[in-house]
């Protein structure tokens, strides 16, 4: 049974940082894309950054030059290191795993999902 457990979240004042951790219970997580997602109240679910099983990396727009994710694939781990945070930042970030090559920014190709951890930005 695949398991994501995310870790890290909670509350920071604008301009601040914190670091997001994923932890997998999946024996294909080197071979797995990785992604981060955020669904902010009354809005939908929303991407944020992936990283392949090779190590390339997508961001949003919304927080290029500001967030970087990476993975460890000894830890079966992936991060999200989120600086300059912003107020519209605040949401629900989710962690999720795609089987298969193809990378992916839409939210119902991905195959699992981890509960969610809160980040919560003050003005």
């Known amino acids: 049974q695949v398991q994501l457990v995310e870790s890290g979240g909670g509350l920071v004042q604008a301009g601040g940082s914190l670091r997001l951790s994923c932890a997998a219970s999946v024996r294909t997580f080197s071979t797995s894309n990785m992604g981060w997602f955020r669904q902010a109240p009354g809005k939908e679910r929303e991407f944020v950054a992936t990283i392949s099983w090779s190590g390339g990396r997508t961001y949003a727009d919304s927080v290029k030059g500001r967030f970087t994710i990476s993975r460890d694939n000894a830890k079966n781990t992936v991060y999200l290191q989120m600086n300059s945070l912003k107020p519209e930042d605040t949401a629900v970030y989710y962690c999720?795993?795609?089987?298969?090559?193809?990378?992916?920014?839409?939210?119902?190709?991905?195959?699992?999902w981890g509960q969610g951890t809160q980040v919560t930005v003050s003005s």
């Open positions: 999720a795993g795609k089987r298969g090559t193809l990378v992916a920014v839409t939210a119902r190709l991905y195959d699992y």
